[in-house]
T-cell receptor, first 114, second 114 residues
Framework: ETGVTQSPTHLIKTRGQQVTLRCSSQ?????VSWYQQALGQGPQFIFQ???????GRGNFPPRFSGLQFPNYSSELNVNALELDDSALYLC?????????????FGPGTRLTVT | DQQVKQNSPSLSVQEGRISILNCDYT??????FLWYKKYPAEGPTFLIS?????DKNEDGRFTVFLNKSAKHLSLHIVPSQPGDSAVYFC?????????????FGKGTKLSVIP
């Protein structure tokens, strides 16, 4: 059984640029969530996708957007990057029909904005 | 407004002894609680969970206790092993919220000394 994978591992962008991060869900999982983890903090919920639709959003501005594809892979897009967007971005997948709170995380993408 | 709090940033324990990690929450709507373990350069790994209808859940060396009246939960690791050295995150969720989002604490770094 393949776990959650994310790409790229690391990324450096300049303020004002746009970035796309990618995630492949664990086999058999149909829900994907994205979290932002700033240094010294716990992961913070960005949004969740189920059946290719956004299904809940945390306190993040609209320049954070996402997609879920029919194969349950997902993208996180961030426009107009700001210095405070520098963080570890985590993708987590789960089966909505199982215990949906038990989400399984990928290794993350470390984004640095300069 | 931090709804899940882990007030101890770090904890050191001798190998073979008990490790007790604490977590407090403020939102009485939370009804499902989880502990995750995170090693450097890896995503959080699900460890154990507990529903609010229970006050204890065990899985091998790991036991989670929930005190709803005090809005407090704790993770006990017995006996502690050097491989348990990691950052431990407490997370909470509430059913009926639709998105099954997890709210995390800031984490406690556990060091198990051989």
């Amino acid at each position: 059984e393949t776990g959650v994978t994310q790409s790229p591992t690391h990324l450096i962008k300049t303020r004002g640029q746009q970035v796309t991060l990618r995630c492949s869900s664990q086999s058999g999982h149909n829900t994907v969530s994205w979290y932002q983890q700033a240094l010294g903090q716990g992961p913070q919920f960005i949004f969740q996708y189920y059946r290719e639709e956004e299904n809940g959003r945390g306190n993040f501005p609209p320049r954070f957007s996402g997609l879920q594809f029919p194969n349950y892979s997902s993208e996180l897009n961030v426009n107009a990057l700001e210095l405070d967007d520098s963080a570890l971005y985590l993708c987590a997948s789960s089966r909505r029909e199982a215990i949906p709170y038990e989400q399984y995380f990928g290794p993350g993408t470390r984004l640095t904005v300069t | 407004d931090q709804q899940v709090k882990q007030n101890s940033p770090s904890l050191s324990v001798q190998e073979g002894r008990i490790s007790i990690l604490n977590c407090d929450y403020t939102n009485s709507m939370f009804d499902y609680f989880l502990w995750y373990k995170k090693y450097p350069a890896e995503g959080p790994t699900f460890l154990i969970s507990i529903s609010s209808i229970k006050d204890k859940n065990e899985d091998g060396r790991f036991t989670v206790f929930l005190n709803k009246s005090a809005k407090h939960l704790s993770l006990h690791i017995v006996p502690s092993q050097p491989g348990d050295s990691a950052v431990y995150f407490c997370a909470a969720s509430r059913s009926g919220a639709g998105s099954y989002q997890l709210t995390f604490g800031k984490g406690t770094k556990l060091s198990v000394i051989p």
